[in-house]
């Protein structure tokens, strides 16, 4: 038996079917070794050594790894074709004493029988140079987080956190806020002269300079004067150019690209395109098929394309459009410098596949994600769009003024893909519009004039959407980093919601403020595109990645010194209030805590004396503690519920002499049946399901919680929902039993037959 070990739980069934009998696959569900969470971890007087550990939340994974691969003929490692992917393999073949270099290494970068297969015949080494790429980044960030985050704790708020790519992110938020706070509108003019051809066609020419210099109208005044030396006028025509442009077509889907045009055109957030986008690559569950995988690697920069998928695109397009949209020679489109070419751009496996063909099979948001990446790839070997374009001139008593127009010739690859919004924008100012057969020297007749008074706006905030452009264009962080970086800003409340723009909250500028005061350096833009090019520059080889971070360390340093150093803060002073601690006599302030606002002593950590407040700052009694049934077995009182990091549990009242406690979780285990018909698997993570008894209620799990959290509140049922594709679960109300969809933005209802 041969063991093939990859990282996502939710591709298991699909890579195994592609490998057939003799292999078996094993998903570690992502990292099994990692920095240890409550300490630094990394030892900077011996050159940066980091210390791995299995982590706490994988010793089982780990040990029924460390099973399969004793029993194992060969051992495979297939984890994810990036930096990520290289490094969990280096983890995994450490914990399982692999020579370093065995050749135990495939990858492939779409779930398809022949990447599957070919990546069998061609294994290799770990590549070291990636993994140190890797090491690199991870011990960066672990002393730029551990290093930082205690200082602004100390000098703004408890529980905060800093990160290498996270803060420089959270600057271009607050900076972006600030030039709104701080822009000035400024107002100018649109001039239009509305004119007429001999023929009576209408021409609306537009103000664009005076005697050959550009004109700015600022005010209402400028614009009468223009009226005025207008007056009686004669309009002619001083040239007519007339070109046939051309529109390439846009390159396939990076993932920054997909994550923008999810948003721009579909409304998907990032957390939803993360998730439809993984599941496609992954694979879908596909009628007398199983599972099927549906487009290429998910997070890539490149926008390389297989020959063969180009030379399958062409023959697609000749067969199904005709072959004009067949361009001469194939399309290619170039990356950045720093892009990761052994990836392809993200595209779909099979073209056979359509989107209409497999929409029976998706949710809403993997259809529609489905067919925006397959229609942009088809597009991006498309032949141009053209267009018949004119500009046409004209002058009158001194002022020029200019029209054009443009209008469609060959639609091109804008049959398949839509224009953009910039196109859009192009047909409502009249650049797309027909425009009236003039020839120089034409004499136009005066109409009437048309002025708007506008303003200067100031820039946008961000979108989601947006964000991730700017992080790709400054360089900041990496495809895979893109949406858990923002996502961890709203996680933390640094940032918030206005619609879909992305606006600072106060914190959020504060931690700014204090970053750039201490850590000029790493908070710059500049700084940290560089870093990221010379992680990079540790994948090429020649460079050591210990010398990459004692380069920043060095200065990073003595930054942190200076920082620990000054008595500088943005702490707001604790309000006193008339409120007498019964304990000591002092008058209490209030405080903010995870839960809100309190009352506590100011002599802490002598006097620990607290107190709840509502609202209105009154102090309420506490809640008595909910008593449950369940009995301690060390000292036989009944327990209580409290709450903790992670929930409710129960708890011993007699603590701290008994310091016994006791998860909610007291029901069945996993396969215990409860009724002739089986839970489903996990519509995450295709793990059992089972069902979870409280003292209070019941509700049905994943059994690989923590790690995956689906829960819902009712029995499921192996049946997608016909309107989302959720899956569907049955429930009891005062009518009997009925059919619900889980999804809490589905109202999918129906009786039980």
Known sequence: MNLVIIEGIGKLETVQKYLGKGYKVFATGGHVRDLPQKRLAVDVSRDFEPTYVVMDDKKDTVAALKKAASSADTVLLATDPDREGEAISWHVATLLNIPENAPVRIEFNEISKTAVQNALNHPRAIDKNLVDAQQARRVLDRLVGYKVSPVLCKKIQSNL?????????LRLVVDREREITAFVAEEYWNFFSVLKTSDGESVKASLVGHKGEKIKLGCEDDVNKVKAELDGAKYVVTNVKKSVTHAHPYAPFITSTMQQDALNKLGMSLKQTSSA???????????????????????????????????AAREYIESNYGKEYVPEKPNYYASKKSAQDAHEAIRPISLDRTPQSVKAYLNKFQYQLYDLIYKRFLASQMSDATYDSIAVDIEANGYDFRVTGRTPRFDGFTKVYSSTDKDKDKDKNGDNTRVPALNEGDALGFVKFDCEQKFTKPPARYTEASLVKAMEEKGIGRPATYSPTVTILFSRK???????????????????????????????????????????????????????????????????DAARADEYTLKTPDEVTDHVCEKCGSKMVIKTGRFGKFLACPNYPKCKNTKNIDEDGNITEPALPEES?????????????????????LACPNYPKCKNTKSLEQGNEVGEPESDKPLPPCPKCGKPLKSVKTFRSTFY???????????????????KCPTCGSLLMEKTGKNGTYIKCSSKTCGYKRNEK
Request: charged fraction near 30%.
């Open 161 to 169: 956190s800093a990160g290498r790519v996270q803060s420089v992110t």
């Open 629 to 649: 049934d369940v009995i301690c077995d060390k000292c036989g009182a009944k327990m209580i519920v409290r709450t903790g990091r992670r929930g409710k549990f």
């Open 277 to 311: 986008a993984q599941a496609l690559y992954e694979g879908v569950e596909i009628a007398d098929e199983g599972k099927i995988a549906l487009i290429t690697y998910i997070r890539t920069d490149s926008t390389r394309v297989s020959s063969g998928a180009i030379a």
């Open 701 to 719: 799990g994943c059994t690989g919680y923590p790690e995956c959290d689906f829960a819902v509140s009712g029995k499921p049922i192996d049946e």
């Open 494 to 560: 640094y940032v918030e919601r206005d619609g879909r723009a992305i606006k600072p909250t106060e914190l959020g500028m504060k931690v700014t403020d204090m970053l750039i005061k201490y850590f000029n350096d790493f908070m710059d833009v500049g700084f940290t595109a560089t870093m990221e090019d010379k992680l990079d520059g540790i994948e090429d080889g020649g460079v050591r990645w210990q010398s990459i971070v004692k380069e920043f360390y060095t200065p990073f340093s003595e930054e942190l």
